[in-house]
């Protein structure tokens, strides 16, 4: 009994794996193991050999239970330890610097000329921008013999073959959102219009998708005045600098009378800088809305008028970023971003003045 003990703790002690550790159990106390025959055997003796040689394999299987358990629990120590030496980290370690996003000028500039607005009582208005000719032409006075339509460089959308209805286009500017907003509300109304419009136009100072933003200001009594103070009152707040404008007769069908609106800037090194010297940069359009506008949009013209204006979003971005080639806007590679520091918070306001944005 004695060797049967010493011979299974030995090869209990020496299995190197829990496999052969499981071999080894099945082989001593397994159905047909040696120790399980061996109790087996019990029944055959007499008595008085049962008496000790029953508590004494019963012991043995105990202890061979025992020394199992042990063993096996420190197989698996073995193994971790095995483990943790091979895939160790070293978490001493710096981290690879994550790359934090940063907002696009033309999103940011966008925020902040609404912010502006909104501080004057604008609400914005949304429209689509595969529009028909009609809200991007006819409803806005120009007829469809008329140069403008050309002069646009529209985009039009082919029709199958036989179909002859008027195309839809790819809206040329944001003023189809004025006949829109006015026919959804009605007058009074004061509203801006941010968004896409597409041109067939590449070069430094053109895209063929840029952005405007456009305004209109409908009232019993709104006249030009109200126009040149909130535009002065938006470059002032946007710029960060009192910034005085300049308004040039010219013509819109869908205005009358109409002005181009310059802003006061000076030219340093080949840098503009506005609102100061007497240089003047061209950043927008505008009028009193034609009467066949309101009319065309339900508006009774004899009631109501006001002012209108679109202005290029890119092009004011660029006046104030410093940026040069509007085509940097929409490069693949926007790694220059970075150079400009875009975050999303920077919001002038007309009353607080600029609030970091500089
Ligand atoms: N829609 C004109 C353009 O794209 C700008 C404009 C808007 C002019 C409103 C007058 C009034 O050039």
Redesign the pocket.
């Known amino acids: 009994m004695s060797d049967l003990r010493a011979s299974w703790l030995e090869r209990i002690g020496g299995a190197s794996d829990e496999a052969t550790l499981e071999e080894v159990r099945v082989a001593a106390l397994g159905k047909k193991g040696e120790v399980s025959l061996k109790m087996r055997e019990l029944g055959k003796m007499t008595p008085e050999e049962r008496q000790t040689a029953g508590p004494a394999l019963n012991a043995l299987k105990d202890e061979l239970n025992a020394a199992l358990g042990a063993r096996k629990a420190s197989l698996a120590d073995a193994a971790l330890e095995e483990r943790l030496k091979s895939e160790w980290l070293d978490m001493s370690l710096s981290p690879r610097p994550v790359r934090a996003g940063t907002i696009h000028p033309i999103s940011q500039v966008t925020e902040e000329v609404t912010a502006i607005f909104a501080d004057m009582g604008f609400a914005v208005a949304e429209g689509p921008q595969i529009e028909t000719d009609w809200y991007n032409f006819d409803a806005?006075n120009i007829p469809g013999h008329h140069p403008a339509r050309a002069e646009?460089d529209t985009f039009y959308m082919s029709r199958k073959e036989g179909d002859n209805r008027p195309p839809h286009v790819l809206r040329?500017?944001?003023?189809p959102v004025?006949i829109r907003s006015l026919e959804a509300s009605g007058a009074p109304t004061r509203i801006i219009c941010p968004g896409r419009?597409y041109r067939a136009d590449y070069d430094q100072t053109h895209t063929p998708m840029f952005h405007?933003i456009?305004?209109l200001a409908i009232d019993s009594d709104i006249s030009m005045a109200n126009l040149k103070w909130v535009l002065e009152e938006f470059f002032t707040a946007y710029f960060g600098t009192k910034v005085n404008t300049r308004f040039r007769a010219s013509h819109?069908p869908?205005?009358e009378p109409?002005a181009e609106v310059d802003i006061q800037c000076s030219w340093v090194d080949g840098q503009v800088r506005v609102g100061e010297g007497d240089g003047w940069l061209e950043v927008?359009?505008?009028?009193m809305?034609h009467p066949n506008v309101l009319r065309a949009a339900g508006v009774d013209p004899d009631e109501w008028q006001g002012f209108?204006?679109?202005?290029g979003i890119d092009r004011i971005a660029m006046l104030k970023y410093g940026i040069p080639d509007l085509r940097a806007f929409f490069d693949s590679d926007l790694r220059w971003l970075r150079n400009y520091g875009f975050a999303s918070l920077d919001m002038p306001t007309v009353h607080g003045g600029m609030s970091g944005a500089a």
């Open positions: 806005l646009m040329t500017h944001t003023s004025q419009v405007q456009e305004g819109f869908f205005t109409s927008l359009g505008s009028g809305v209108a204006f679109g202005m």
